[in-house]
């Protein structure tokens, strides 16, 4: 079964800082970009952050810039995103996804597997 596991979210203070994992089982991400989205309530899905499956090119967008770290191993088949500096406006479901195609960064169309989603919640 090819799947996408998130884990590593939770509540932390405004302030603090997250590491989440993406993880996948049934096939390598070593051909892969790997990309960071995010849904809030009420609120449409938005991309976060993305990386190339060499990892060479990233991606953040303007809202997590300088606070948020994308990076990941292959050799383990793991991607994270290491968050500081946590505002409450980042409280949102965080979901990693995988494409074949490239360096697509934030077309979500273009991702062929999803993972299940992790709570992020960013409160005092």
């Known amino acids: 079964q090819l799947q996408l596991v998130e884990s590593g979210g939770g509540l932390v203070q405004p302030g603090g800082s997250l590491r989440l994992s993406c993880a996948a089982s049934?096939?390598?991400?070593?051909?892969?970009?790997i990309g960071w989205f995010r849904q809030a309530p009420g609120k449409e899905r938005e991309g976060v952050s993305c990386?190339?499956?060499?990892?060479?090119?990233?991606n953040y967008a303007d809202s997590v810039k300088g606070r948020f770290t994308i990076s990941r191993d292959n050799a383990k088949n793991t991607v994270y995103l290491q968050m500081n500096s946590l505002r409450p406006e980042d409280t949102a479901v965080y979901y990693c996804?995988?494409?074949?195609?490239?360096?697509?960064?934030?077309?979500?169309?273009?991702?062929?597997?999803w993972g299940q989603g992790t709570q992020v919640t960013v409160s005092s």
């Open positions: 996804a995988a494409t074949p195609r490239g360096y697509v960064c934030y077309d979500s169309t273009e991702y062929d597997y």
């Open positions: 049934g096939f390598s991400l070593d051909y892969y970009a």
């Open positions: 990386i190339s499956s060499s990892g060479g090119n990233t």
